[in-house]
């Protein structure tokens, strides 16, 4: 696999001269946020390819690529860049499909499937005929999904995860990072068969962790509706993550069972470990556990998005009066506040409604809470 010479920077001195084209498989939530961070910018030209044609008229009426088709062909040709963003499950597939095409010489495909080392093994064996490929993974993301979910500041100040191989050629790593310097976001490069044990200890174990609490209190609710009415911000702030794709997720933990399988293996010693610190009313085991988890937790890197929080989130009672929702959103936006996601919960039998308000931006939150108090609105963390 080897990349010819692209230069990237093409202001030249014989005039103006070709964008670069950065073709977009899959423009969902990571697709399309970056499809956002290139698109618009200098010299640069953003396609997004899906199989349906519905989504192609909505990746153009959302304003995310500069062009899209539902051809693979018409996507991949003249591309410099092509990025994968497709579930895990599908990445082989869509790399035998390009490489079956004729690329333009040079061109890089990388990917942001959230493994790696089946990827780039399956990459090596490919005879990608003058493109290289370049294992990629933004360690950014929500729980939420679709194009509809994406936003160009995703990735600021988050790791951005590359696997480059001993056969990568260095011009093509630089130039892949060059484009990626648009995400904000920090690449770090890493062996992919580490990348899994590591991503998969902090990323792929706490997913399924969250998915089994919940589904143990669901259980225990169907016999008393309480539990999930008391559930409250300790519950809530494990369990965000549970309610990541089904599809995406599935995908994943299959791909990276085997690590998973040891894992899981070491979270049954850590919880029974706790069994017998409570068999054996052993208190000051219980706090030297808490501090230690304390401790750890409070080197980990603050406020980067994607890492610990992408959203700063607030919750808001509100009365049972027909557009009041809409009130409340007004009054944000005329403050010119940035909303980026509203959400009607009715968890609360006590009031007649709760909304909970997302910003992206912490300085947002607190302009926000300022102007609903001064409406006399309760609002809560
Ligand atoms: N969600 C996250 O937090 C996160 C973070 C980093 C990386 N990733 C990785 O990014 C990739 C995309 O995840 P996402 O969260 O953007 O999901 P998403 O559901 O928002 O987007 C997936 C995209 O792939 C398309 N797609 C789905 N099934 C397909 C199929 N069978 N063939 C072709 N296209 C198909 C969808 O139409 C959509 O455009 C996955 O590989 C995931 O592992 C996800
Ligand atoms: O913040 C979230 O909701 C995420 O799930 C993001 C998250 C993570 O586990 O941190 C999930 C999958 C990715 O591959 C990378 C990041």
């Known amino acids: 696999m080897g990349a010819e010479s692209i230069d990237f920077n093409r202001s030249s001195a014989t005039g103006p001269s070709e964008p670069i084209r950065i073709a977009i498989f899959g423009v969902g939530l990571i697709g399309g946020s970056l499809a956002l961070c290139w698109k618009g910018k200098p010299g640069l030209h953003v396609v997004g390819h899906s199989i349906r044609q519905s989504s192609v008229d909505k990746y153009l009426s ?4 500069d062009e899209a088709t539902t051809s693979l062909e018409a996507a991949a040709a003249d591309a410099d860049l092509i990025v994968l963003c497709v579930p895990v499950g599908n990445l082989d597939e869509y790399l035998d499909r390009i490489a079956a095409l004729p690329l333009k010489p040079g061109c890089i495909i990388t990917d942001v499937g959230s493994t790696k080392a089946s990827v780039v093994r399956y990459a090596e064996r490919l005879k990608l005929r ?29 790791y951005y995860v590359l696997t480059p191989t001993g056969d990568t050629p260095v011009a093509a790593l630089t130039r892949l990072e060059e484009l990626l310097r648009w ?171 709760v909304l909970r308000l997302s910003f992206r931006h912490a300085e947002d939150l607190e302009r926000a809470v300022a102007l609903l108090q001064s409406l006399q609105y309760s609002v809560y963390f």
């Not at 304390?294 to 998005?305: C, T, Y």
């Open 183 to 353: 995400t904000r976001a920090n690449v770090v490069k890493t062996d992919a068969i580490l990348h899994d044990d590591i991503v998969g200890a902090i990323s792929h174990l706490p997913h399924v962790i969250a998915v089994a609490l919940v589904n143990q209190i669901a259980r225990y609710n169907e016999t008393n509706g309480l539990y999930r009415s008391l559930a409250a911000g300790g519950f809530r702030d494990i369990t965000r993550i549970a309610s990541s794709d089904p599809f995406i997720w599935r995908d994943i933990l299959l791909n990276n069972r085997n690590v998973l399988l040891k894992l899981l293996g070491d979270w049954r010693g850590e919880i029974e470990r706790f069994e017998q610190l409570l068999r054996e009313e052993d208190g000051e085991g219980i706090e030297s556990r808490f501090r230690q988890a304390g401790e750890f937790r409070s080197h980990l890197p603050e406020r980067r998005k994607g890492m610990i929080t992408s959203l700063h989130e607030c919750y808001v009672d509100v009365p049972d009066q027909p557009g009041i929702v809409g009130r409340i959103a007004t009054e944000l936006g005329q403050a010119r506040i940035n909303l980026s996601n509203l959400h009607i919960i009715e968890s609360r039998e006590d009031v007649p409604g």
């Open 130 to 158: 003058g493109a290289t490929f370049i294992g990629g993974h933004p360690m950014a993301g929500s729980e939420r999904s679709g194009v509809e979910a994406a936003t160009p500041d995703l990735f600021e100040n988050a």
């Open 62 to 65: 959302l304003g995310v690529v």
